[in-house]
């Protein structure tokens, strides 16, 4: 007998089965042109294309598109299970197509979208611990088969195209969703939970993130009391840097896991008889893992797969500390962000396009005096937020004499040239504009530091005695107030502090400014201080 390989039909076999193929009963599609027929060639990819979707149970729309249209596959699906086709075939001595009768008869009952992880497939294996129907029992005996006969390889262009999108991951949902096509890919599996950023491991479970795929998604509750029966911890500190082993690899007799409080509570009632998980370290801790579950009829991960995972092991952990990198990054500038947006002080950043990259709440409101005056008071400073035109047309002059310097010879160091603009139609108000380059070695284009200021020299300096004579204006709820704003709270924590609302708060400090005669924020800072 002829077997069927998992990369798809033989030339061999090819010319045995090619001509039953080639007319189905279901007529011919009304746009095609008279006479036309479809060439042999096409016919066999999606050939191979349909009994892809048997053995694996994948969702029609999710074939491959290697195997052409997935709406043509089953359309000739149907054809071909009308004809007969499958059972014809396992007549003429091709053994796999007894399996692939009974699979196609039963999924075209249970409609086109079953596949090994649908709700029915995985309901009937929670509830009795093992596959009820037949169907699900011979297409898991299949999915064990093609997975004992091929493991792919790392060097595979479509496997290489999977791991090209992990390093390009700069986010954890790109992360996630880039690791869960690839293992899908190469070690297929019912669930995966990855723990990025252990907080204090090997004594806690908690990590800066846990990504889980829809059937792992549990509570906090459920991970702590995992833990407490957990022998993780255990085998790490006897195998120190181990960075790949199974569930079964932990006892020195694989059939006593089964026995364990870890298995009985947390993997059986779930469906799970078997993890393999791979730790990436950070010197002597371990800093996260990912580890994948299977159920008992998916079997457990083959030697070939092991050794594809180790391949996979450092491209893995290249993509999780690059992403961890770069969340930090992000993390440290958002903190950055959040204090200077309180400071009295307007900054403002530009690009190398003069297109914003950061403005305080200081710098939109000097922004909006610039370009409306008195009356931006009557706006709210981030609706009405735009460039100066003056700021805008300095940047341009500072970036136009910066590459007239460049063309000569390149810097050898950081670079800064600016320019000091005063405000045409009031005097107290200046810009400083600051072109800024990074170092030699820096990748980076040069950015804008733009300083709004405004000059209070012509208001008289007060001596404490004043600025008591001036609080006295103030009711003592007032004056509570004002002590909060000097010390750099915001209107949120000062209502929290007081136990009052946000609005009243707000209500308050405009009173404040009145009795005081100030206009901002800014200025009750500076008289104070």
């Known amino acids: 007998m002829v077997s069927l390989s998992e990369k798809g039909v033989s030339d061999a076999l090819w ?17 095609a042109p008279a006479g036309a027929s479809r060439k042999p060639s096409d016919l066999r990819v999606i050939f ?28 000739r699906f149907h054809s071909w299970l009308k004809a007969g086709i499958f059972a014809k075939l396992w007549e003429a001595g091709i053994k796999e197509f007894k399996d692939l ?3 196609a008869r039963e999924r075209s009952k249970t409609g086109p979208d079953l596949h090994p992880t649908s709700k029915l497939f995985r309901g009937a294996r929670i509830e009795t611990g093992r596959i009820e129907s037949p169907h699900a029992e011979a297409r898991a005996e299949l999915s064990i088969q093609a997975i004992r006969e ?16 992990l390093h390009a991951a700069t986010t954890a949902r790109a992360f996630w969703g880039s690791m869960q096509s690839l293992f899908q890919e190469t070690v297929p599996n019912d669930a995966m939970i990855a723990y990025i950023d252990y907080l204090d491991h090997p004594t806690s479970w908690q990590a800066s993130k846990i990504l889980a795929t829809p059937n792992a998604k549990m509570p906090p509750e459920w991970f702590a009391q995992k833990w407490r029966v957990e022998p993780t911890p255990r085998f790490i500190t006897e195998h120190p840097r181990i960075k790949l082993y199974r569930f079964s690899d932990m006892f020195s007799d694989p059939r006593e896991s089964c026995k364990t409080e870890l298995f009985k509570r947390f993997m059986k009632p779930y469906g799970w008889h078997h993890i393999v998980t791979s730790l990436y370290w950070d010197g002597t801790q371990p800093r996260s893992g990912i580890s994948l579950r299977r159920t008992r009829q ?9 050794d594809l995972l180790r391949s996979l092991h450092p491209h893995i952990e290249t993509a999780i500390n690059r992403v961890l990198e770069m969340q930090d990054e992000r993390a440290k500038r958002n903190w950055l962000e959040t204090f200077n947006f309180r400071l009295p002080f307007a900054v403002l950043l530009l690009n190398w396009e003069l297109k914003p990259s950061y403005a305080n709440q200081k710098a939109m409101e000097e922004c909006a005096v610039w370009n ?10 981030k609706a009405v937020f735009r460039i100066p035109p003056a700021v805008l047309a300095a940047c341009e002059e500072l970036r136009a004499q910066w590459l007239q310097q460049t063309q000569k010879c390149a810097p050898q160091r950081r670079v800064s040239i600016f320019a000091k603009l005063p405000h045409q139609g009031d005097l107290t108000r200046t810009v400083t504009i600051t072109l800024q380059t990074e170092n030699q070695g820096a990748i980076s284009r040069p950015g804008f530091v733009v300083h709004f200021e405004e000059l209070l020299a012509a208001r008289p300096a007060i001596d404490r005695e004043s ?4 609080l006295f204006r103030l009711t003592g709820s007032e004056r509570e107030i004002v002590r909060l704003v000097v010390d750099g709270h915001s209107n949120e924590e000062i209502a929290s502090c007081l136990h009052k609302s946000v609005n009243t708060v707000k209500n308050q400090l405009t009173v404040i400014f009145r009795k005081l005669e100030v206009t901002s924020r800014s200025r009750l800072i500076v008289l104070f201080r």
């Open 48 to 75: 191979d294309g349909v009994v892809h979707v048997l053995r694996t149970g994948i969702p029609w729309s999710a074939l491959p598109r290697s195997y052409g249209s997935a709406t043509t596959a089953h359309r």
């Open 101 to 103: 009768e009974t699979i």
């Open 150 to 165: 091929r493991t792919p390889s790392l060097y595979e262009p479509r496997i290489q195209s999977l791991v090209l999108r």
């Open 15 to 31: 010319t045995r089965i090619g001509p039953q193929l080639a007319h189905p009963t279901q007529p011919a599609r009304s746009s």
């Open 372 to 381: 409306l005056g008195p009356a931006a008071r009557a706006f709210h400073s």
């Open 298 to 306: 998916q079997g457990d991960f083959q030697p070939a797969e092991m």
């Open 467 to 470: 600025a008591n004579a001036i």
